[in-house]
């Protein structure tokens, strides 16, 4: 086996390593900040912008229609930290599979 074959494998092994430590907290989506009016006339928000913020998680998945769901502002950390360790998992498998071309390339999958 080529050294640089085998480098390609230790590199690979290393990412699933760290793909197996992300937690099963992941989620598909946006996260939205909203301000909303309330349309008392009276309000302030009348001439601001509005009550908020107040944060929904957007998701669109093909086929059916898209969900919003109400983030509680206690959530909203967490909401972001399972929405990036989606993003690392998206970029690991990318990386892999970048690698098993390679591999693939030189008959050594």
Do not use: F, W
Request: with cysteine; aromatic share 4%.
């Amino acid at each position: 086996m080529k050294k640089k074959n085998l480098d390609l494998r230790r590199r690979r092994a290393a990412l699933v390593r760290r793909l197996q430590s992300v937690g099963p907290e992941l989620l598909r989506g946006s996260l939205i900040e909203r301000y909303k009016k309330c349309g008392k006339p009276g309000c302030k928000c009348a001439k601001g912008r509005g009550h908020g913020p107040k944060y929904y998680l957007s998701v669109s998945l093909p086929g059916v229609k898209p969900e919003m769901i109400y983030v509680p502002q206690a959530y909203v950390d967490l909401v972001e930290s399972c929405l990036g360790d989606l993003t690392e998992v998206r970029e690991l498998i990318e990386e892999i599979c970048e690698i098993n071309r390679s591999l693939l390339r030189e008959r050594e999958l």
